[in-house]
């Protein structure tokens, strides 16, 4: 089978909904033993049931990836189980505004979130992986690489996580370690439905094709279609890559205003 992931171990963060729910149940299909890390215990317990159904292995974990001491004692709990061989560091949150919209408390929960999180998972898990080799995908976003209006913090996380993608590719080359990163433009999660919901009551259908309009391709992508490039990057396939990051934009990145 292609993209063959049986016998090894995985953990996504945020895996309770959108990209990591999907990331969750893609890998899972391909036969990784998938361990769900969500501060949402509800969604995580029902992503797990889900997978069960399916008579493949899975296994929620309640975390803040904030606290490392959380993070620590997870990993420390998956890690005397056996080998791990697959991190994916997908939670995340957002917040919407310029440098003057953006206040010391939205600036540190979205750093707390999409930097000290991925700092701690890392921190945690690399000293597993490199027993062994494996893989780490870190969700970065577009908005790493080009300007988004008013996305002042979140462009600024984004951008840290590519960096340390880069730097944890260079470092653990020698452990077998492999490091990479995606970057989603626009895709359609409960996120998306939710911010609709919020800032355009009455008006979510016109904006949703307005803000779909805005990826050259014509439409929002899917969490499903981000799953499968995790799915490749974590599989043998993908071999000889590293050190990379993978937009999946639609075209956003290099087509927009051409």
């Known amino acids: 089978m292609k993209f063959d992931l049986k016998g090894k171990r995985a953990v996504v963060t945020g895996g309770g909904s959108g990209i ?19 501060t949402d215990e509800e969604k995580g317990d029902e992503v797990v049931k889900g997978i069960k159904k399916g ?34 560091n997908n939670a995340g949150v957002a917040h919407v505004g310029n440098v003057e919209q953006t206040e010391e408390s939205d600036f540190d929960r979205v750093f707390d979130v999409n930097v000290k999180g991925v700092y701690n998972c890392l921190y945690a898990a690399v000293p597993i992986i490199k027993k062994k080799g494996g893989v780490i995908l870190n969700i970065a976003s577009v908005a790493g690489t080009v300007g988004l209006k008013n996305r002042f913090a979140y462009s600024a996380s984004k951008g840290a996580v590519q960096t340390m993608t880069y730097s944890v590719a260079k470092d653990y080359l020698a452990e077998g370690i492999r490091c990479n990163s995606i970057s989603p433009a626009r895709i359609h999660t409960p996120f998306v439905d939710g911010y609709l919901k919020k800032n355009f009551p009455g008006e979510e259908e016109s904006v949703y094709k307005t803000l779909s309009k805005t990826q050259p391709i014509g439409r929002m992508g899917t969490p499903k279609e981000v799953a499968d490039l995790v799915v490749y990057l974590c599989s043998d396939e993908a071999s000889f890559i590293t ?16």
Do not use: W, Y
């Open 55 to 88: 008579g493949r292995r899975a296994f929620f974990h309640r975390c803040n990836v904030a606290r490392q001491s959380e993070v620590q004692n997870i990993f420390k709990t998956i890690g005397d189980q056996g080998a791990l061989a697959i991190l994916v």
């Open 20 to 38: 990591g729910k999907a990331i969750c149940m893609a890998l899972s299909a391909q036969g990784a033993e998938v361990h769900l890390l969500d």
């Open 243 to 258: 050190g990379t990051d993978f937009p999946i934009d639609g075209g956003f990145i290099k087509l927009n205003g051409n």
